[in-house]
């Protein structure tokens, strides 16, 4: 048997980014990205229409001017990021894994990634989405772009879904790491772990026992709530929050990105840009931020956190905001994720 047909195929998924940050990519990309039915969970008749139609075209323009605050001379964060790690895994792997990598929406496509791990006859693929904690948004519209390719081969391997990481011990080690790192440099007074928010309906919606109270049925995992987003957010803050040695009033779990100005729709709370500017009353004048719903380096972390967030809170009277930077291709994190690939 051919070496290439023993091979384990390997496919990373990110969620995409422009081709460059110039108006008409960034349009391009979001018209691809907020035309999702799993992002934008309305019926078809109204999303295509109104997005394309007025949320895109209004929203482009002042997206690509924080884009080109972003780019850099290797082009976009989360491109490169994402292709250190393929290059770093495959070189930790060895040459029983062929890695590939992919983005939900844009280049390099999901497509274009399985076609190689295809043409490699490889023998199984395990599908790993760059998305720790589960939702329908991120890592189901990454199963579901899958299913929809490969539902076309004549010859379909097995393949293998990673749902979810934020548990995973070497992920919650390489965060602790690099915590600890920048605590090292400072003292802070607290510490802020922000996730990326989703609606309150896509909650519901994965659901249905009607357990979810968005309340203390997120204060452990339970058959009940594992695929919870926002229990699962809360898991991932108090293994952090343990590791760093810090006690529950130490850290504050909160979400951003939200929609609801536009959409009129309750998202996951606290809001992050909401709760620091509450800070530097209580006396909370350092403050070190955390992004564990991302693995590497993009828009919501640079961009949100380390400078928009930064800046709120020092206009509310706050000294230091110092964002702790994302795993993106350190060799603890190739390490942890080279052993998750290993055990699927």
């Given at each position: 048997?051919?070496?290439?047909?023993?091979?384990?195929?390997?496919?990373?998924?990110?969620?995409?980014?422009?081709?460059?940050?110039?108006?008409?990519?960034?349009?391009?990309?979001?018209?691809?990205?907020?035309?999702?039915?799993?992002?934008?969970?309305?019926?078809?008749?109204?999303?295509?229409?109104?997005?394309?139609?007025?949320?895109?075209?209004?929203?482009?323009?002042?997206?690509?001017?924080?884009?080109?605050?972003?780019?850099?001379?290797?082009?976009?964060?989360?491109?490169?990021?994402?292709?250190?790690?393929?290059?770093?895994?495959?070189?930790?792997?060895?040459?029983?894994?062929?890695?590939?990598?992919?983005?939900?929406?844009?280049?390099?496509?999901?497509a274009g990634a399985l076609e190689e791990l295809r043409a490699a006859a490889v023998e199984r693929i395990v599908v790993l989405p760059l998305f720790p904690q589960y939702a329908s948004a991120s890592t189901g519209s990454v199963q579901e772009k899958v299913m929809a390719i490969v539902k076309d081969w004549w010859i379909v391997p097995s393949i293998?879904?990673?749902?979810?990481?934020?548990?995973?011990?070497?992920?919650?080690?390489?965060?602790?790491?690099?915590?600890?790192?920048?605590?090292?440099?400072?003292?802070?007074?607290?510490?802020?772990?922000?996730?990326?928010?989703?609606?309150?309906?896509?909650?519901?919606?994965?659901?249905?026992?009607?357990?979810?109270?968005?309340?203390?049925?997120?204060?452990?995992?339970?058959?009940?709530?594992?695929?919870?987003?926002?229990?699962?957010?809360?898991?991932?803050?108090?293994?952090?929050?343990?590791?760093?040695?810090?006690?529950?009033?130490?850290?504050?779990?909160?979400?951003?990105?939200?929609?609801?100005?536009?959409?009129?729709?309750?998202?996951?709370?606290?809001?992050?840009?909401?709760?620091?500017?509450?800070?530097?009353?209580?006396?909370?004048?350092?403050?070190?931020?955390?992004?564990?719903?991302?693995?590497?380096?993009?828009?919501?972390?640079?961009?949100?956190?380390?400078?928009?967030?930064?800046?709120?809170?020092?206009?509310?009277?706050?000294?230091?905001?110092?964002?702790?930077?994302?795993?993106?291709?350190?060799?603890?994190?190739?390490?942890?994720?080279?052993?998750?690939?290993?055990?699927?």
């Amino acid at each position: 048997m051919p070496t290439s047909a023993r091979r384990i195929g390997v496919l990373l998924v990110n969620l995409g980014t422009p081709d460059s940050p110039e108006t008409s990519d960034v349009r391009r990309y979001l018209n691809e990205f907020l035309t999702d039915g799993r992002v934008v969970d309305m019926p078809a008749a109204i999303r295509y229409p109104l997005f394309q139609g007025l949320v895109v075209p209004l929203r482009a323009p002042k997206s690509a001017k924080i884009y080109k605050e972003l780019w850099t001379d290797r082009g976009s964060p989360l491109l490169f990021h994402g292709l250190d790690l393929k290059e770093k895994l495959q070189q930790v792997l060895g040459d029983g894994y062929l890695v590939a990598f992919g983005m939900r929406y844009q280049k390099p496509s999901i497509a274009g990634a399985l076609e190689e791990l295809r043409a490699a006859a490889v023998e199984r693929i395990v599908v790993l989405p760059l998305f720790p904690q589960y939702a329908s948004a991120s890592t189901g519209s990454v199963q579901e772009k899958v299913m929809a390719i490969v539902k076309d081969w004549w010859i379909v391997p097995s393949i293998n879904f990673i749902s979810q990481f934020a548990t995973e011990p070497g992920f919650i080690a390489a965060i602790v790491a690099r915590g600890r790192a920048e605590m090292d440099k400072r003292p802070y007074d607290h510490v802020v772990l922000s996730y990326h928010g989703i609606p309150e309906r896509h909650v519901k919606k994965g659901d249905p026992t009607n357990y979810c109270r968005f309340g203390s049925c997120c204060d452990t995992l339970t058959e009940q709530n594992q695929y919870c987003y926002r229990a699962q957010c809360f898991a991932t803050s108090r293994l952090v929050a343990e590791g760093l040695g810090l006690k529950p009033e130490q850290y504050t779990v909160s979400f951003q990105s939200r929609l609801q100005s536009r959409l009129r729709d309750p998202w996951l709370q606290p809001y992050t840009d909401e709760v620091l500017k509450e800070f530097p009353a209580k006396g909370i004048k350092n403050v070190l931020a955390f992004s564990p719903a991302f693995v590497a380096d993009c828009l919501e972390t640079t961009i949100e956190v380390g400078e928009e967030f930064k800046e709120l809170f020092e206009e509310a009277g706050g000294e230091h905001w110092q964002l702790v930077p994302s795993l993106n291709s350190e060799p603890q994190w190739v390490e942890a994720v080279a052993d998750m690939l290993r055990r699927s």
